[in-house]
C-alpha cells in the first residue's frame, strides 16, 4: 500500500504540473495561430483541472494525505517545469511530450493498483490515461 501511495503522489503531483502548464501556455501563446492553440490549450488544462479534485480524495481513500503546496509538488513531480515562455510551436511539442509522459506516469500507478486490487482507482487511472492519449493526438495532429 505504501508503493501505491507514493506513486499515486508522483502522478497526482505530475498532473497539477502538467494543468499548471497547459493553463501557462493558454494564457500566454503567441503567434498567427494564437486563437486555435489558445482554444486548445484551454480544453486541455479545464480537462485535467477537472481531475485534480477527484484525484486528491481519491489518494485520501488509500490512506495517503494528498499534497498541496508548491514546495511538495516541485519534488514529487516528473513533469518538468518551464518558466520561460516559449515559441508557440516549442508549447505545442513539450505539452505534447509531457502528455505521452503522464501516460507512462499513470500506467506506473495503474500496474501497482491492480496488483494491490484497487481496481477503482485504477479504473479512475485508465480514464486519465486515455485523456492523455486524447489530448497527445491534438497536440501531434497539431504539428502536422
Ligand atoms: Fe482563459
Excluded: C
Excluded at 480537462?47 to 481513500?61: K, T
Amino acid at each position: 500500500m505504501e508503493k501505491l501511495q507514493q506513486a499515486a503522489k508522483i502522478a497526482f503531483a505530475s498532473e497539477y504540473s502538467f494543468y499548471l502548464k497547459a493553463h501557462f501556455f493558454h494564457w500566454n501563446v503567441e503567434g498567427i495561430y494564437f486563437q486555435e492553440l489558445h482554444d486548445l490549450f484551454g480544453n486541455i488544462y479545464e480537462e485535467v483541472y477537472g481531475s485534480i479534485d477527484g484525484f486528491a480524495e481519491r489518494i485520501r481513500a488509500i490512506g495517503a494525505y494528498a499534497p498541496g503546496s508548491n514546495s511538495r509538488f516541485s519534488v514529487l513531480t516528473q513533469i518538468d517545469d518551464e518558466t520561460q515562455v516559449p515559441p508557440a510551436e516549442v508549447m505545442v511539442q513539450q505539452l505534447l511530450q509531457d502528455s505521452d509522459n503522464m501516460v507512462v506516469i499513470l500506467k506506473k500507478v495503474y500496474d501497482i493498483a491492480e496488483v494491490a486490487g484497487e481496481h477503482g482507482f485504477s479504473n479512475f487511472l485508465a480514464e486519465r490515461m486515455d485523456a492523455h492519449r486524447k489530448h497527445s493526438w491534438q497536440l501531434r495532429a497539431t504539428t502536422k
